[in-house]
């Protein structure tokens, strides 16, 4: 399909002939993101400067019904930000500014584009913190965070991306701009708009500012890497550490093969693994005062060893720590950098996780695929990665989705979901009927129509194909 | 208006002529709530066992354009739960079930008719915390403080009922049943039905089970008393305890007028409170170590010595404790038995609590009414009551409302919004256009129109008699 002429010239206007691109390479490079390997590049490419320009292309966009895909850092694992329809590839690049780190009213406004680790590390400066850490905030952007909902390793005590939403800026598909709501903590005034647009991927609105909560900075952490002989236990001393009154800053789960992978990725990361650990523990607690800190451990120890555990690891210099969150964060670059591989990122109530672990390995030997699992498991948030490895091209595409389906099934029946942080995007849409009815579909179809009636913002996601 | 006789036999069919009634007390008796002296009787009340007697009820609703109000303990302060259109009263009174206290995962599925104090109670009996503790939560629901999204003097820490809701069944206005989400602590799978739902006020659909997030109890606390000789300064002081890196549990702002009145009416209070004292703060810090909690309170001594200030009490009992929280949680009550009122919910940025309390009282004089102000400070929420005293009729009609108009439109202008916690219901609804524009509220109308498209479940509530 070529691209409306008249609609480009309209375009080109709008953002100056330097900040529209139609060049393979550009389009190539704007059409991937971290799902699978997936190629969807756009037609065309803009790069707005403002919420201006962007409702302005939103107008033209409803004028010719062009598809148009909000893109950020392009660092999703459900494939948000992919042109599945080509049409334009909205890039947010150029809103990459923090606009006001607010130390009186301890928050943040800030464009989306900027990277989560800078934010983070721009409002730290000031004492402040901002708790949400993806694994990939090195390089995502705080607008996708906003977009998917993102959490991250810390979620477990300090929320995730919509607990720290006040208020957002937003083009709404027709043109409009609006503020969802107000900067205020508390707000019992009309629907919550704000909350509506977190996590609803692009679909619904084009986010140009965000109103961030922001604490107090905590001094002083704790970590331990706690080795256990069986994962399921593993999976089970998580529930057990929050029923001795424990909130952990972090509780991050790690199956075997995830652990050696991110090793052998990894350059510089000396752990002791054994060949009969089957999975690990990464706790940490955080807090102003290392006495209580060190109680807190001694506690946390005292739940572990009543599983099957080998010695525990404290980390106790900067460095230490920095390995093993190294290690963590490298264990999605490892596992992926190893095969082809499907991710899916399922979360049940943290008690349920031994029965979604187990359930897991039995329905990849019922359909004969290898999974490695880990992930914030303090939030029973189990990241599920499906390698390829020798498996026929057959049988991954056939029976690797049965397998997903069974797993999304068993999920939900243990009143769980189909998402924790990555959203659904394109790659999990044909399995939202196993969350949802069709009446909650449809409802949620038909919110998507009020605010975007000529479907042309990120069409293609979130609602399966077939209703 | 008469009642449709037919709708009549069939609604009792559903019910049993037991819980179906129409005598003038008992329509009476759920035709107001805690909202100024406003009474809105049903035409008939009926009280349903489960949702599927409310599905039933909801489809007759439609079936003959039936206004249909939900009504809980009818504490609430916007006037949400009035049948302004007569109609239908649907009391949740018999949905009052603690269904379970699940200790594995942290969590409790309520349904809406349990007392908040008793749900707390319940739970604190496990060793969990519900933290959220509206000002009547010792009468109000947890389905109301959901359907409003309720605070409470422990939101400053612990944030407000939306932060606890993790999934809701909800009957909607057509009748179908859904659940909204999953019962886990992260979800990024499909719009947040679940926060669209919390703070929705009852017109989207009657909650009729709650599954709530819960935390380990903090086993200690602290609580201060700080006597201000300048009000403008005990506002000041609130923004400085978070920059100092403090989170108090509690954070409590009260005029000298809330206080006098609050001691006045209750039995039993004697705090030394001087005649030149003009405002208090309320200071409490919770945790599991009272070493830390004492450093926490000289930290905090520190930073309120630096404004004028008289001595700090230190309640150390219980008794003296539960002496203080009885007369701010009074307060409310004493100030209203005073005289016919207006109560406004403000919330704004908690650094701008000095301008506004200032504002409201030069908005004040200009209109000739007085104002006694407290309220939640750590999160910006100041309530505003307006006395009517001795003003005449004429001025209290007329006069007032032009004041509240100024009142929300600085609270806007700073950022801030027209309910914290109490929500618009119908007192709040014609300021609206303050805070939000005609795009935005025809957005919000429009989800109003696809969740009930003959606009029977609550009618007359939130939007504006005119956009």
């Given at each position: 399909?070529?691209?409306?002429?008249?609609?480009?010239?309209?375009?080109?206007?709008?953002?100056?002939e330097?900040?529209?691109?139609?060049?393979?390479?550009?389009?190539?490079?704007?059409?991937?993101?971290?799902?699978?390997?997936?190629?969807?590049?756009?037609?065309?490419?803009?790069?707005?400067?403002?919420?201006?320009?962007?409702?302005?292309?939103?107008?033209?966009?409803?004028?010719?019904?062009?598809?148009?895909?909000?893109?950020?850092?392009?660092?999703?694992?459900?494939?948000g930000?992919?042109?599945?329809?080509?049409?334009?590839?909205?890039?947010?690049?150029?809103?990459?500014?923090?606009?006001?780190?607010?130390?009186?009213?301890?928050?943040?406004?800030?464009?989306?584009?900027?990277?989560?680790?800078?934010?983070?590390?721009?409002?730290?400066?000031?004492?402040?913190?901002y708790?949400?850490?993806?694994?990939?905030?090195?390089?995502?952007?705080?607008?996708?965070?906003?977009?998917?909902?993102?959490?991250?390793?810390?979620?477990?005590?300090?929320?995730?991306?919509?607990?720290?939403?006040?208020?957002?800026?937003?083009?709404?598909?027709?043109?409009?701009?609006?503020?969802?709501?107000?900067?205020?903590?508390?707000?019992?005034?009309?629907?919550n708009?704000?909350?509506?647009?977190?996590?609803?991927?692009?679909?619904?609105?084009?986010?140009?500012?965000?109103?961030?909560?922001l604490?107090?900075?905590?001094?002083?952490?704790?970590?331990?890497?706690?080795?256990?002989?069986?994962?399921?236990?593993?999976?089970?001393?998580?529930?057990?550490?929050?029923?001795?009154?424990?909130?952990?800053?972090?509780?991050?789960?790690?199956?075997?093969?995830?652990?050696?992978?991110?090793i052998?990725?990894?350059?510089?990361?000396?752990?002791?693994?054994?060949?009969?650990?089957?999975?690990?523990?990464?706790?940490?607690?955080?807090?102003?005062?290392?006495?209580?800190?060190?109680?807190?451990?001694?506690?946390?120890?005292?739940?572990?060893?009543?599983?099957?555990?080998?010695e525990?690891?404290?980390?106790?210099?900067?460095?230490?720590?920095?390995?093993?969150?190294?290690?963590?964060?490298?264990?999605?670059?490892?596992?992926?950098s190893?095969?082809?591989?499907?991710?899916?990122?399922?979360?049940?109530?943290?008690?349920?996780?031994?029965?979604?672990?187990?359930?897991?390995?039995?329905?990849?030997?019922?359909?004969?695929?290898?999974?490695?699992?880990?992930?914030?498991?303090?939030?029973?948030?189990?990241?599920?990665?499906?390698?390829?490895?020798?498996?026929?091209?057959?049988?991954?595409?056939?029976?690797?989705?049965?397998?997903?389906?069974?797993?999304?099934?068993?999920?939900?029946s243990?009143?769980?979901?189909?998402?924790?942080?990555?959203?659904?995007?394109?790659?999990?849409?044909?399995?939202?009927?196993?969350?949802?009815?069709?009446?909650?579909?449809?409802?949620?179809?038909?919110?998507?129509?009020?605010?975007?009636p000529?479907?042309?913002?990120?069409?293609?996601?979130?609602?399966?194909?077939?209703?």
């Open positions: 399909m070529n691209f409306n002429k008249e609609a480009f010239q309209k375009l080109t206007a709008i953002v100056g330097n900040y529209i691109f139609t060049d393979a390479e550009t389009l190539m490079h704007f059409g991937h993101d971290e799902t699978e390997d997936l190629s969807f590049p756009p037609q065309v490419v803009i790069k707005p400067a403002n919420a201006q320009e962007i409702s302005e292309i939103l107008k033209i966009s409803n004028q010719y019904k062009i598809p148009t895909t909000p893109i950020g850092a392009r660092t999703g694992l459900s494939g930000a992919l042109s599945i329809y080509g049409g334009i590839g909205l890039s947010l690049e150029r809103l990459n500014k923090i606009l006001e780190i607010d130390e009186n009213n301890l928050q943040v406004v800030v464009e989306p584009a900027v990277i989560t680790q800078v934010l983070r590390e721009a409002v730290a400066e000031k004492g402040l913190f708790p949400v850490d993806p694994s990939s905030m090195g390089s995502c952007w705080i607008g996708g965070n906003v977009a998917e909902n993102s959490g991250g390793a810390r979620a477990v005590k300090y929320g995730v991306t919509k607990d720290y939403v006040l208020n957002l800026e937003v083009v709404l598909p027709t043109g409009d701009i609006i503020w969802t709501g107000a900067n205020t903590l508390k707000n019992s005034t009309g629907y708009l704000t909350q509506l647009m977190v996590g609803s991927e692009g679909t619904l609105g084009v986010i140009t500012k965000i109103v961030l909560k604490i107090p900075q905590n001094k002083h952490n704790v970590l331990l890497l706690v080795p256990f002989y069986k994962a399921e236990q593993a999976c089970e001393a998580v529930s057990a550490i929050f029923r001795a009154g424990i909130v952990p800053s972090a509780l991050e789960f790690m199956e075997r093969d995830a652990i050696d992978w991110a052998k990725f990894l350059d510089g990361i000396s752990v002791d693994i054994r060949p009969d650990h089957q999975a690990h523990l990464l706790i940490e607690v955080d807090g102003n005062y290392p006495d209580v800190l060190m109680i807190e451990a001694e506690k946390i120890l005292g739940v572990v060893e009543q599983f099957e555990i080998d525990v690891l404290f980390a106790d210099t900067d460095e230490q720590k920095n390995a093993l969150w190294k290690m963590r964060r490298g264990v999605a670059e490892a596992v992926k190893n095969s082809i591989y499907k991710e899916e990122d399922t979360v049940v109530p943290r008690y349920e996780l031994p029965t979604l672990l187990k359930g897991i390995k039995d329905i990849g030997n019922k359909y004969g695929f290898q999974s490695v699992c880990y992930g914030h498991a303090g939030d029973g948030n189990l990241h599920v990665n499906i390698i390829k490895g020798h498996m026929k091209n057959d049988n991954w595409q056939i029976e690797v989705p049965k397998g997903i389906r069974e797993i999304f099934e068993l999920t939900v243990l009143k769980g979901t189909l998402s924790g942080e990555h959203g659904i995007g394109l790659v999990q849409k044909n399995y939202m009927d196993i969350a949802f009815s069709k009446v909650h579909l449809e409802l949620l179809e038909r919110i998507k129509a009020i605010f975007d000529n479907n042309i913002l990120n069409p293609g996601k979130i609602f399966p194909d077939e209703l």
